[in-house]
Every structure is written in structure tokens, then in C-alpha cells.
């Protein structure tokens, strides 16, 4: 049996991180942003690429200078 990975659309990850679709479409083009599958035209987002990129970008800030 294989093991399925959930996946988002690029509608779906756009509502979740409440950013526009064209914002997604322009970080893949310009290769940046979260890893994604493509099967023929249809784009994916694996839930592992997004939490792994999310922990990845955390910014942590002191409140010390």
C-alpha cells in the first residue's frame, strides 16, 4: 500500500497563508518559496514541504539590543 501525502492547491495554500495566487505563481518562477509537485499544468503543495518551509522561516526576535 502507498502511503498518500495530503496536498493543498495553490487556492487552498493561498487562503491558508492569506496571500494572493499570483504571489505563489511568481515565487515558483522566480524559484523561491514552497517546494511544490506539478502533475502536467496542476500544481501541489505537500503538507510536509509547507510545515518543513514554515519552521524554516520562523523568525525569532529579541527583545534585546
Do not use: C
Not at 44 to 63: C, G, W
Amino acid at each position: 500500500m502507498t502511503n498518500l501525502v495530503k496536498q493543498l492547491s495553490e487556492n487552498d495554500l493561498a487562503n491558508y497563508l492569506q496571500v494572493s495566487v499570483y504571489k505563489l505563481r511568481r515565487d515558483r518562477v522566480e524559484n523561491r518559496g514552497i517546494p511544490y509537485v506539478k502533475y502536467g499544468r496542476t500544481v501541489r503543495y505537500p503538507l510536509d514541504n509547507i510545515e518543513q518551509f514554515q519552521q524554516q522561516n520562523t523568525v525569532i526576535q529579541s527583545l534585546e539590543k
